[in-house]
């Protein structure tokens, strides 16, 4: 943290001489934020009258949607209104779909929900707990459908269609072709092939969703404060699902941002939900997201697929490559995607001289949340594929990874380099600052660690990473996903245009603004350094207004924060409005001075001539001029107030016919390197030592780009040892609270050595490159291949959890221990993995097989059987309706449920099966009973399967296991205790038996 | 995620607080730390009509080592008994464990006996009350009684307690002489829900090894003075019979694995540290 220091020895560092641009300033919204300040979305006052919203969420990963009765619901008290797919129908449409393909995603379910947390239904009530009540008692008739919860799943085409209007799980597939591969492959001395999976995960911001929105039908137009980051390509897809124009949906965002990492984008559709709700019910709404909602159903990054082959010569260089991408966007494809299948189209063969590249692209659906923009956005998951290839290749071929990479590189003699499939590698000599990482960050001395380590049979190993971080996108990239002819129909798309504008006031204030909002890229910080260099100023004299409005500040589709456009496309863009703003100065105080423009000067507040520092202005009373005087400016000379600028990187075209694409205005450089040492007992994965080297063009603020850097890599330990947003197989989402969806702290993330080399962009304004989400794409697999290195194995699967690691360094595990004499204890319950729970046992009724058949088939008899019934009704022949207090200690829910008879063969076999639902969620089970006559009586077998969805599994994973069989097992002793038998069971006799003295079934 | 409506009650005295219980009943529960009630009552997990508060009642803030125990009063925090000066002496491993709790943050407000009224499976304090064969005290407006930690931990986030009844207290012995002790957790994160957690506690005649996170509830099972192969074989059985379960994290077979290696591994330093 070499710069942090630097930072604390000279706070003042502004009254130093020189530029402010390139010096380590500490953030000027720090004060602010860490004094309470700073006023966040939530914060910020609603109008009287505003309804507080609540979102009823599908418990269920697939269903169709049979009925919604809010009838009870409505008479809760202070509930205003309800809304439904059925209003969404009225008042809205289905958001724009980026691929070509009839699906249908609305604001609210329809017909049908698609992944555990997806909108069903808003209470808009007084406040939230009013809301929250009324949730509790809308009831909602699902058919659940079989869910897909896979890539392979989503390719299998007997699987369940989630689209049928699709026909297909995979709503995309193209194929491009660069070069010559295939003639490569048929004569390359090596063809390697490595298929890899990224796992699901986000960023998770500290601030989550917010919204206000109204509704105004005078004007027939919406108005809405969210803290959306943008892209604002995503405001044309809102305004077309409200049914107004874009003029009509009126935008703001809050001058203060709690995170976002890119996640903010996927607040859009809640905009559209929360406009339809304060349309329908005639009054201001506001909607705050609850941690539980965020995890579960906000956005994603993508889940992928990575099919590689390469054609390798002898020494590691890969003269070919063929990549198969299958990436898992989640129930619907939502705009921006499949923006992260294309994001990095450009870039496809990172850092490396590969000229022959085949591409298979499919984008496949899935019962899971949809995908969206997330810190690294696309580029974790490409470069996990690339460079676990080039360590496998290594590996392969008995070669150091590091020669593997450094004969791969592009030369720097090549910058400008044009890559196969199109993309414009701007500047930087990657062999050069692959060099100076290895020296700088003591590659040396970290492989005689590993060298001491090994020898003393300790598991340790070194991983390596290089990449290239594409920042500023190209707003065509995404239309590669459609064919060149689909493109000529919808016409071109290409460019970033990034807006700003600078402004002086009476009195010698200067203000900026641009179409950018803040997540943490320091633009108070940033914008002010570049204005203030310009007009010769203070930091403190210029104003960064950081609030956004659509209606009336300068934007276009391009603006927002995503794709680290910040450094490069925004603050570049405020300088050439300040420059344009400065030149309009020096005319009119070269008039003044009586000088030429060209030789003003503006610095330390003064305006003067180059060639006379006597001959002075101050800047204020030049500026004032403008604002007091219009009338005797000279002659043809403009008043200089203000200036806006629209700037769109040159190099960013559209997709060429044969779909080359530059995908990126520019693109940085960063080569890692680490130590690992893996626990041989425990399969913990300890980061030794992290060396990261960035080239990320011309640093603005050195200070600001390590935080971006520190931030982006503790995110990226997150994503390789600890993050995953997991699901069972049922399509239940597990990771609800931040215990299960682990988010590294300070005390499990290391400090890296940051390292800079700086070869300033030619295509940005400022020289600058995009610097904040490269660790996002390079650390994981850094630390993944340096966990292959430690293991010498080739599967490794994020995240690297120790149990995970343990099984890949385990021998068999011990067997159970025969223990003469006694009877074979039962095998622990077996579970396939998520939350789809099973489990057998067997009890002895002393009654006959026909005794405890009567019982099993006697609804009074059922009711008592079943834990928590209160009632049971006949609903058909052996089908019940039953209300059921289902609970595990103080966790209870009132379950709704359909409880039937089958496959009746009297008195030997029946299958009983349940399901039900509660505001907790849901609950499903089958169990097949056999009975058996002894001679004490009646020998009663089980086997059962379950699932659980909705909350509970969602934050109570660890213990459904156990619940289940707590619940399972009161139902069979009961069995027992009405049959006239002993409760005692035979395996666990005193939990059992207390717990049915405790619950008052057995003495 | 905001709770469903109830009553809040702050009562001026135990009998007060137990009053209130008996006619609460089962719609009643007690709030003392909230470290792990507020969040289910955030989210609607649990929904009693009444909350008595019982953090800040006197009555129930002692904590004092006297006859062979030390009793810990159930306004106790984790914070408070951690910064007991003499604790290493009198209970070593709960001195060994508490560090392993949450962060300090929730230590601050979580109490001892909060934690063992929530019988999480994996919590430290259970474990650790387990382990060194401590004692609830349970007391309504009937009755009061005293359960052995084994017979109360029933399974996951349930016990022996009944809805009229509150932990008054709990208490852990003192230790004994020539006793060593140990704790040993793996968890994803520091701080986190333990995976598997071992506590383990020798002297001259045995070994007592009680394990969290594995079974649904904290078993402890007690051994000779076992060594090599011996040892190992026991542990396996021991892990085997623990069973555990797989989820998102962890599998059965990993929390067994850690069974047989930290439990072994805590033996060896209970034994080491015996004085």
Same mark, same amino acid.
């Given at each position: 943290?070499?710069?942090?220091?630097?930072?604390?020895?000279?706070?003042?560092?502004?009254?130093?001489?020189?530029? %402010?641009?390139?010096? !380590?300033?500490?953030?000027?919204?720090?004060?602010?934020?860490?004094?309470? +300040?700073?006023?966040? $979305?939530?914060?910020?006052?609603?109008?009287?009258?505003? &309804?507080?919203?609540?979102?009823?969420?599908?418990?269920?990963?697939?269903?169709?949607?049979?009925? #919604?009765?809010?009838?009870?619901?409505?008479?809760?008290?202070?509930?205003?209104?309800?809304?439904?797919?059925?209003?969404?129908?009225?008042?809205?449409?289905?958001?724009?779909?980026?691929?070509?393909?009839?699906?249908?995603?609305?604001?609210?379910?329809?017909?049908?929900?698609?992944?555990?947390?997806?909108?069903?239904?808003?209470?808009?009530?007084?406040?939230?707990?009013?809301?929250?009540?009324?949730?509790?008692?809308?009831?909602?008739?699902?058919?659940?459908?079989?869910?897909?919860?896979?890539?392979?799943?989503?390719?299998?085409?007997?699987?369940? &269609?989630?689209?049928?209007?699709?026909?297909?799980?995979?709503?995309?597939?193209?194929?491009?072709?660069?070069?010559?591969?295939?003639?490569?492959?048929?004569?390359?001395?090596?063809?390697?092939?490595?298929?890899?999976?990224?796992?699901?995960?986000?960023?998770?911001?500290?601030?989550?969703?917010?919204?206000?929105?109204?509704?105004?039908?005078?004007?027939?137009?919406?108005?809405?404060?969210?803290?959306?980051?943008?892209?604002?390509?995503?405001?044309?897809?809102?305004?077309?699902?409200?049914?107004?124009?874009?003029?009509?949906?009126?935008?703001?965002?809050?001058?203060?941002?709690?995170?976002?990492?890119?996640?903010?984008?996927?607040?859009?559709?809640?905009?559209?939900?929360?406009?339809?709700?304060?349309?329908?019910?005639?009054?201001?709404?506001?909607?705050?997201? =609850?941690?539980?909602?965020?995890?579960?159903?906000?956005?994603?990054?993508?889940?992928?697929?990575?099919?590689?082959?390469?054609?390798?010569?002898?020494?590691?260089?890969?003269?070919?490559?063929?990549?198969?991408?299958?990436?898992?966007?989640?129930?619907?494809?939502?705009?921006?995607?499949?923006?992260?299948?294309?994001?990095?189209?450009?870039?496809?063969?990172?850092?490396?001289?590969?000229?022959?590249?085949?591409?298979?692209?499919?984008? +496949?659906?899935?019962?899971?949340?949809?995908?969206?923009?997330?810190?690294?956005?696309?580029?974790?998951?490409?470069?996990?594929?690339?460079?676990?290839?080039?360590?496998?290749?290594?590996?392969?071929?008995?070669?150091?990874? &590091?020669?593997?990479?450094?004969?791969?590189?592009?030369?720097?003699?090549?910058?400008?380099?044009?890559?196969?499939?199109?993309?414009?590698?701007?500047?930087?000599?990657?062999?050069?600052?692959?060099?100076?990482?290895?020296?700088?960050?003591?590659?040396?001395?970290?492989?005689?660690?590993?060298?001491?380590?090994?020898?003393?049979?300790?598991?340790?190993? #070194?991983?390596?990473?290089?990449?290239?971080?594409?920042?500023?996108?190209?707003?065509?990239?995404?239309?590669?996903?459609?064919?060149?002819?689909?493109?000529?129909?919808?016409?071109?798309?290409?460019?970033?245009?990034?807006?700003?504008?600078?402004?002086?006031?009476?009195?010698?204030?200067?203000?900026?603004?641009?179409?950018?909002?803040?997540?943490?890229?320091?633009?108070?910080?940033?914008?002010?350094?570049? #204005?203030?260099?310009?007009?010769?100023?203070?930091?403190?004299?210029?104003?960064?207004?950081?609030?956004?409005?659509?209606?009336?500040?300068?934007?276009?589709?391009?603006?927002?924060?995503?794709?680290?456009? /910040?450094?490069?496309?925004?603050?570049?863009? $405020?300088?050439?409005?300040?420059?344009?703003?400065?030149?309009?100065?020096?005319?009119?105080?070269?008039?003044?001075?009586?000088?030429?423009?060209?030789?003003?000067?503006?610095?330390?507040?003064?305006?003067?001539?180059?060639?006379?520092?006597?001959?002075?202005?101050? /800047?204020?009373?030049?500026?004032?001029?403008?604002?007091?005087?219009?009338?005797?400016?000279?002659?043809?000379?403009?008043?200089?107030?203000?200036?806006?600028?629209?700037?769109?990187?040159?190099?960013?075209?559209?997709?060429?016919?044969?779909?080359?694409?530059?995908?990126?205005?520019? @693109?940085?450089?960063?080569?890692?390197?680490?130590?690992?040492?893996?626990?041989?007992?425990?399969?913990?994965?300890?980061? =030794?030592? @992290?060396?990261?080297?960035?080239?990320?063009?011309?640093?603005?603020?050195?200070?600001?780009?390590?935080?971006?850097?520190?931030?982006?890599?503790?995110?990226?330990?997150?994503?390789?040892?600890?993050?995953?947003?997991?699901?069972?197989?049922?399509?239940?989402?597990?990771?609800?609270?931040?215990? =299960?969806?682990?988010? !590294?702290?300070?005390?499990?993330?290391?400090?890296?050595?940051?390292?800079?080399?700086?070869?300033?962009?030619?295509?940005?304004?400022?020289?600058?490159?995009?610097?904040?989400?490269?660790?996002?794409?390079?650390? !994981?697999?850094?630390?993944?291949?340096?966990?292959?290195?430690?293991?010498?194995?080739?599967?490794?699967?994020?995240?690297?959890?120790?149990?995970?690691?343990?099984? &890949?360094?385990?021998?068999?595990?011990?067997?159970?221990?025969?223990?003469?004499?006694?009877?074979? $204890?039962?095998?622990?319950?077996?579970?396939?993995?998520?939350?789809?729970?099973?489990?057998?046992?067997?009890?002895?009724?002393?009654?006959?097989?026909?005794?405890?058949?009567?019982?099993?088939?006697?609804?009074?008899? %059922?009711?008592?059987?079943?834990?928590?019934?209160?009632?049971?009704?006949?609903?058909?022949?052996?089908?019940?309706?039953?209300?059921?207090?289902?609970?595990?200690?103080?966790?209870?829910?009132? @379950?709704?449920?359909?409880?039937?008879?089958?496959?009746?063969?009297?008195?030997?076999?029946?299958?009983?099966?349940?399901?039900?639902?509660? $505001?907790?969620?849901?609950?499903?089970?089958?169990?097949?009973?056999?009975?058996?006559?002894?001679?004490?009586?009646?020998?009663?077998?089980?086997?059962?399967?379950?699932?659980?969805?909705?909350?509970?599994?969602?934050?109570?994973?660890?213990?459904?296991?156990?619940?289940?069989?707590?619940?399972?097992?009161?139902?069979?002793?009961?069995?027992?205790?009405?049959?006239?038998?002993?409760?005692?069971?035979?395996?666990?006799?005193?939990?059992?038996?207390?717990?049915?003295?405790?619950?008052?079934?057995?003495? | 995620?905001?709770?469903?409506?109830?009553?809040?009650?702050?009562?001026?005295?135990?009998?007060?607080?137990?009053?209130?219980?008996?006619?609460?009943?089962?719609?009643?529960?007690?709030?003392?730390?909230?470290?792990?009630?507020?969040?289910?009552?955030?989210?609607?997990?649990?929904?009693?009509?009444?909350?008595?508060?019982?953090?800040?009642?006197?009555?129930?803030?002692?904590?004092?080592?006297?006859?062979?125990?030390?009793?810990?009063?159930?306004?106790?925090?984790?914070?408070?008994?951690?910064?007991?000066?003499?604790?290493?002496?009198?209970?070593?491993?709960?001195?060994?464990?508490?560090?392993?709790?949450?962060?300090?943050?929730?230590?601050?407000?979580?109490?001892?006996?909060?934690?063992?009224?929530?019988?999480?499976?994996?919590?430290?304090?259970?474990?650790?009350?387990?382990?060194?064969?401590?004692?609830?005290?349970?007391?309504?407006?009937?009755?009061?009684?005293?359960?052995?930690?084994?017979?109360?931990?029933?399974?996951?986030?349930?016990?022996?307690?009944?809805?009229?009844?509150?932990?008054?207290?709990?208490?852990?012995?003192?230790?004994?002489?020539?006793?060593?002790?140990?704790?040993?957790?793996?968890?994803?994160?520091?701080?986190?829900?333990?995976?598997?957690?071992?506590?383990?506690?020798?002297?001259?005649?045995?070994?007592?090894?009680?394990?969290?996170?594995?079974?649904?509830?904290?078993?402890?099972?007690?051994?000779?003075?076992?060594?090599?192969?011996?040892?190992?074989?026991?542990?396996?059985?021991?892990?085997?019979?623990?069973?555990?379960?797989?989820?998102?994290?962890?599998?059965?077979?990993?929390?067994?694995?850690?069974?047989?290696?930290?439990?072994?591994?805590?033996?060896?330093?209970?034994?080491?540290?015996?004085?």
């Amino acid at each position: 943290m070499t710069a942090l220091k630097s930072a604390a020895t000279t706070p003042q560092a502004e009254s130093a001489a020189g530029p %402010l641009v390139g010096r !380590p300033i500490p953030r000027l919204e720090d004060t602010a934020i860490l004094t309470g +300040a700073a006023r966040y $979305a939530d914060d910020l006052p609603v109008k009287p009258g505003t &309804l507080h919203a609540a979102i009823l969420r599908s418990p269920h990963a697939h269903a169709e949607v049979l009925g #919604i009765d809010v009838g009870a619901a409505l008479t809760m008290p202070g509930v205003a209104a309800i809304v439904t797919g059925e209003e969404a129908k009225r008042f809205a449409s289905p958001f724009l779909v980026g691929v070509k393909a009839p699906m249908e995603h609305w604001c609210l379910a329809i017909d049908r929900v698609r992944y555990v947390g997806e909108p069903v239904a808003v209470v808009l009530a007084e406040n939230r707990y009013l809301a929250e009540d009324a949730l509790d008692r809308i009831e909602v008739r699902y058919r659940p459908l079989p869910p897909v919860t896979s890539i392979e799943q989503a390719l299998d085409p007997a699987s369940e &269609l989630l689209h049928p209007a699709v026909g297909s799980n995979i709503a995309n597939t193209r194929n491009f072709l660069y070069g010559d591969p295939d003639s490569q492959f048929e004569t390359a001395p090596h063809r390697l092939s490595l298929t890899v999976h990224y796992p699901r995960n986000s960023c998770t911001p500290m601030e989550c969703f917010v919204v206000q929105a109204e509704y105004d039908p005078a004007e027939g137009g919406y108005e809405v404060l969210s803290n959306f980051s943008g892209p604002f390509a995503v405001h044309p897809v809102m305004a077309r699902a409200l049914n107004v124009s874009g003029a009509k949906l009126r935008l703001k965002s809050p001058p203060h941002s709690g995170g976002s990492f890119g996640n903010k984008q996927a607040v859009f559709p809640y905009i559209v939900l929360m406009g339809l709700c304060a349309r329908v019910s005639g009054r201001p709404v506001k909607w705050v997201e =609850d941690r539980l909602e965020h995890l579960m159903a906000a956005t994603s990054a993508t889940g992928r697929r990575m099919d590689l082959e390469a054609a390798v010569d002898a020494d590691g260089k890969v003269l070919a490559l063929r990549m198969q991408q299958t990436e898992d966007c989640g129930a619907y494809v939502r705009a921006p995607e499949p923006a992260s299948l294309y994001r990095n189209h450009g870039n496809l063969t990172g850092a490396y001289d590969i000229r022959h590249l085949a591409v298979v692209n499919r984008i +496949a659906l899935t019962n899971k949340t949809p995908s969206g923009l997330n810190r690294g956005f696309g580029g974790g998951q490409l470069y996990f594929g690339l460079e676990r290839l080039m360590h496998h290749i290594a590996v392969t071929l008995n070669l150091d990874p &590091l020669d593997v990479i450094r004969r791969n590189l592009v030369p720097a003699s090549a910058m400008p380099y044009a890559t196969a499939s199109g993309g414009q590698l701007d500047s930087g000599d990657y062999p050069a600052t692959v060099e100076e990482a290895i020296e700088r960050g003591g590659l040396a001395e970290l492989k005689a660690r590993r060298d001491k380590a090994r020898a003393e049979g300790r598991l340790y190993g #070194i991983g390596y990473a290089a990449i290239v971080e594409p920042s500023i996108s190209n707003m065509g990239y995404i239309t590669t996903v459609l064919t060149a002819e689909e493109r000529r129909k919808a016409g071109p798309k290409n460019g970033a245009q990034a807006a700003a504008t600078v402004a002086v006031d009476p009195t010698g204030g200067v203000s900026v603004s641009v179409a950018s909002v803040p997540q943490g890229q320091g633009h108070r910080t940033v914008l002010a350094q570049v #204005i203030a260099d310009v007009f010769g100023l203070r930091l403190e004299d210029i104003r960064v207004v950081t609030d956004f409005d659509t209606a009336k500040d300068a934007w276009s589709i391009a603006a927002g924060n995503y794709s680290s456009r /910040f450094a490069g496309a925004v603050a570049g863009t $405020a300088h050439i409005a300040a420059m344009r703003l400065r030149d309009r100065l020096a005319r009119l105080a070269a008039g003044q001075l009586n000088v030429r423009p060209e030789d003003v000067r503006f610095e330390n507040g003064k305006v003067f001539a180059a060639s006379n520092p006597e001959n002075t202005l101050s /800047f204020s009373r030049l500026a004032a001029a403008g604002h007091w005087a219009p009338g005797t400016l000279p002659e043809g000379q403009e008043a200089a107030l203000r200036e806006t600028a629209f700037w769109t990187p040159d190099p960013l075209k559209a997709p060429t016919d044969a779909d080359h694409i530059n995908s990126s205005a520019c @693109y940085g450089f960063i080569f890692d390197f680490c130590g690992v040492e893996v626990d041989r007992v425990t399969g913990q994965v300890r980061i =030794d030592h @992290y060396v990261t080297m960035h080239d990320a063009g011309r640093l603005l603020n050195p200070l600001m780009v390590e935080g971006q850097v520190m931030g982006g890599f503790a995110q990226a330990v997150g994503v390789a040892l600890y993050e995953e947003y997991a699901y069972g197989e049922d399509g239940g989402f597990l990771s609800g609270s931040f215990a =299960d969806y682990l988010v !590294p702290t300070s005390m499990e993330v290391p400090v890296p050595v940051i390292l800079h080399r700086e070869s300033p962009s030619p295509v940005t304004p400022l020289g600058a490159k995009g610097a904040g989400e490269g660790n996002n794409m390079s650390t !994981p697999v850094c630390i993944a291949n340096a966990v292959a290195d430690a293991l010498g194995i080739d599967t490794v699967t994020l995240p690297l959890t120790p149990s995970k690691i343990a099984a &890949l360094i385990d021998g068999e595990e011990p067997p159970r221990p025969v223990v003469a004499g006694a009877p074979p $204890a039962p095998e622990p319950v077996k579970t396939a993995g998520g939350r789809g729970l099973s489990g057998e046992g067997s009890r002895t009724v002393p009654a006959t097989p026909e005794e405890v058949w009567a019982i099993l088939l006697d609804p009074k008899e %059922l009711a008592a059987l079943l834990p928590g019934c209160e009632a049971l009704d006949l609903v058909g022949p052996n089908s019940y309706r039953a209300e059921v207090v289902v609970g595990i200690g103080p966790v209870r829910g009132r @379950y709704t449920a359909e409880v039937a008879l089958s496959d009746l063969d009297p008195p030997n076999s029946l299958t009983l099966a349940g399901s039900g639902s509660s $505001a907790l969620g849901t609950g499903r089970g089958t169990g097949h009973v056999t009975l058996e006559r002894t001679a004490e009586g009646t020998t009663v077998r089980y086997r059962y399967t379950a699932e659980v969805g909705g909350k509970v599994a969602a934050v109570g994973g660890r213990m459904l296991d156990s619940a289940s069989r707590l619940l399972i097992g009161q139902f069979f002793d009961k069995l027992i205790a009405r049959a006239g038998g002993p409760a005692a069971p035979a395996e666990k006799p005193s939990l059992l038996k207390r717990l049915l003295r405790l619950l008052g079934l057995a003495r | 995620m905001k709770p469903a409506p109830f009553d809040y009650l702050r009562p001026a005295s135990l009998s007060e607080a137990l009053a209130a219980l008996a006619s609460g009943g089962d719609e009643a529960r007690i709030l003392a730390g909230g470290q792990s009630l507020m969040p289910m009552l955030n989210m609607r997990l649990v929904q009693p009509r009444l909350l008595i508060d019982l953090s800040l009642l006197d009555e129930l803030r002692s904590l004092e080592a006297r006859d062979g125990w030390l009793t810990v009063g159930a306004a106790v925090t984790q914070a408070e008994l951690m910064a007991r000066p003499t604790l290493a002496e009198e209970v070593p491993l709960l001195a060994a464990a508490l560090p392993w709790i949450g962060h300090f943050q929730t230590r601050n407000r979580g109490t001892v006996c909060g934690s063992i009224a929530h019988a999480d499976p994996s919590a430290e304090l259970p474990l650790c009350l387990v382990a060194l064969g401590g004692e609830v005290m349970l007391r309504s407006a009937r009755k009061r009684r005293s359960l052995p930690a084994a017979a109360f931990f029933l399974g996951p986030l349930t016990t022996a307690k009944e809805a009229d009844e509150i932990i008054e207290a709990v208490r852990f012995p003192l230790r004994k002489a020539e006793t060593g002790h140990a704790f040993r957790e793996v968890a994803m994160r520091h701080g986190d829900f333990a995976i598997t957690a071992c506590a383990a506690i020798a002297d001259r005649n045995g070994l007592r090894l009680a394990v969290g996170g594995v079974a649904d509830r904290p078993i402890a099972r007690d051994w000779p003075l076992l060594a090599g192969a011996e040892l190992d074989e026991a542990l396996n059985a021991f892990a085997w019979d623990l069973g555990g379960d797989d989820d998102q994290h962890a599998t059965a077979r990993y929390r067994r694995s850690l069974v047989r290696r930290i439990g072994r591994t805590a033996i060896e330093e209970a034994l080491a540290c015996r004085p």
